[in-house]
């Protein structure tokens, strides 16, 4: 199991099923990488168990341009009253 913690901002996908995000930044991508191949369920998902302040969730990672980027449900945004460009700090749990 690794432990992950790291800030970004909340950003908006627009398309078919639009979603909000947050990227994982590089290094903590690299770390999730090098245990892809144990915890994925598929299409390389990652399992994780996510922290936005009180509020915790599960949920997967989705792979995007090499790294990693933690969707956001409308219930966590709400509770936390976060919007579109707010910086967050993200708790992981991974494996």
């Known amino acids: 199991m690794i432990n992950i913690e790291f800030s970004g901002k909340i950003w ?7 979603y909000f995000f947050v990227t ?4 903590p991508s690299d770390d999730i990488h090098h245990i ?11 399992p994780a168990t996510v922290r936005i302040g009180q509020t ?3 949920t997967a990672l989705w792979p995007k341009d090499g790294g990693y980027i933690v969707p956001l449900k409308d219930k966590v945004r709400k509770a936390e009253k976060l919007e579109e460009g707010d910086e ?8």
């Not at 908006?12 to 639009?18: E, V």
């Open 24 to 27: 994982v930044p590089a290094e």
């Open 12 to 18: 908006y996908w627009r398309g078919p099923s639009p």
């Open 56 to 58: 915790e969730w599960q």
């Open 36 to 46: 892809s191949g144990i915890v994925t369920y598929g299409w390389g998902m990652i």
């Open 88 to 95: 967050v700090v993200i708790r992981l749990e991974i494996g």
